[in-house]
């Protein structure tokens, strides 16, 4: 990995349409500044992270589960009616 | 054409329910062609590998426990799976389901969005910062019914 040094208010560019600027520092936070083509998409990490995490978690659906949580939701849905009555 | 379902074994599928993730799915990005089942069972869907048998999604359309759902994604994105306008957009969250299936729970911080007229589709990351990854369906379910009592 390539590691550069900079200060507030130094940017560094990526290819020639990606610029990472850093606009403040404080403690243990850096505040960065991403400015970047639309088509371009930019998400803090742990967002990847957790929608992978959570799509490894639901491959584990049992192959008959399907049957019991529609069961559910529609004994839920019923009951929300039969309480307007 | 034959699909192996992990629901229900081999199973003849209509050309039209194939659905190609150019980008795979978020952990799964090797996999690019799925069928989109209908699991007879309202208003739950399978999404299943047509590669790997073991790797189905249940999914659960948003608006039927959340009809104030909004998909906060650039139309860059949505251009990139060739949508331009809202009503090619088909909206899917997965379901994951623990032990306890009443706790089951739907991700909509990364909705399934497919392109209904070319049948191609993505996993978007939501913008919206509203929309998290376990959102619990009974209990918002539940919440939703009493608001509209």
């Known amino acids: ?28 936070q850096v505040k960065i500044g991403i400015a970047a083509p ?21 491959v584990k659906a049992k ?16 009951k929300a009616d039969d309480n307007k009555d | ?7 229900y074994g081999p199973l003849e599928v209509d050309e039209r329910q194939k659905i190609y993730f150019p980008f795979g799915i ?7 062609y799925y069928v989109l089942l209908d699991a007879k069972q309202q208003p739950f869907y399978w999404l299943q590998s047509m590669d790997v048998v073991e ?26 799976i060739g949508i331009k306008s809202k009503d090619e957009i088909l909206c899917f969250a997965i379901v994951t389901i623990p032990d306890n299936l009443s706790s089951m729970t739907a991700n909509l911080q990364g909705p399934i969005i497919i392109n209904r007229t070319t049948r191609v589709g993505r996993q978007s ?16 379910l539940a919440a939703l019914r009493q608001e509209t009592c």
Do not use: C
Request: aromatic share 6%; glycine share 4%.
């Open chain 1, 1 to 28: 990995m390539l590691v550069l040094a900079r200060k507030v208010d130094e940017s560094i560019m990526i290819g020639d349409q990606i610029e990472v600027s850093i606009v403040d520092i404080k403690g243990d």
């Open chain 1, 38 to 58: 639309k088509n371009v998409k930019v998400y803090r990490k742990e967002v990847y992270l957790a929608i992978q995490k959570e799509n490894i978690e639901a």
């Open chain 1, 63 to 78: 192959p008959d589960i399907i049957p019991a949580i529609s069961t559910l939701f529609k004994e839920s849905a019923k």
């Open chain 2, 1 to 7: 054409m034959r699909v192996n379902t992990k629901a």
């Open chain 2, 26 to 32: 978020l952990g799964f990005e090797n996999l690019k």
């Open chain 2, 55 to 80: 790797i189905a999604f249940v999914l659960i359309d948003p608006a039927v426990f959340r009809p104030d759902y909004t998909l906060g994604i650039s139309k860059e994105e949505l251009e990139e």
């Open chain 2, 125 to 140: 990351i939501n913008t919206d910062s509203r929309w998290k990854v376990r959102h619990a369906i009974m209990e918002e």
